[in-house]
């Protein structure tokens, strides 16, 4: 199945996708927030080829949801009925701090850093999403619960 992974933002959305064999989990483009995301994405989403979404959710320390989290279930839902597309939502705490770490690792240029991290930290929320799958042992190509 061939996830589309968005690390939703109040200025930018990040994106990523998988590869069908739900193995790898690439960082995609940073958008702007701003104009018609939801008609950009749902174009996407068909030129793509992308089966399902997961959409980062979130969330402090203590687990509980920010303020930004209505707005990121909104562009879920409002995505998923444009696409007919199913979607999940996934904890993202601390996506942006593991692609910061990611991308430093990869030797990425401190200033080169910031137009990739929104991107990056989507792949991470994806990558998450797919072990996940695999250590549940759900089948490559199911959507289920997780």
Aim: hydrophobic share 45%; net charge neutral; glycine share 6%.
């Amino acid at each position: 199945m061939r996830w589309l992974a968005l690390d939703h933002g109040t200025k930018r959305i990040g994106l990523a996708f998988s590869d069908e064999l739900e193995i790898l989990a690439s960082p995609f483009e940073v958008w702007a927030n701003e104009g018609p995301v939801l008609d950009r994405l749902a174009r996407l989403c068909k030129d793509e080829g992308a089966q399902a979404l997961v959409i980062g959710l979130p969330r402090h320390k203590d687990g509980a949801e920010s303020a930004t989290a209505p707005l990121a279930r909104a562009l879920a839902t409002d995505l998923s009925s444009r696409t007919n597309l199913p979607f999940l939502m996934w904890d993202e705490h601390l996506s942006s701090a593991e692609a910061e770490r990611l991308l430093a690792q990869r030797g990425v240029k401190p200033d080169k850093r910031k137009a990739l991290l929104d991107a990056a930290a989507a792949a991470v929320i994806l990558a998450d999403l797919l072990e996940t799958r695999r250590a549940k042992g759900l089948a490559v190509g199911s959507f289920g619960p997780v």
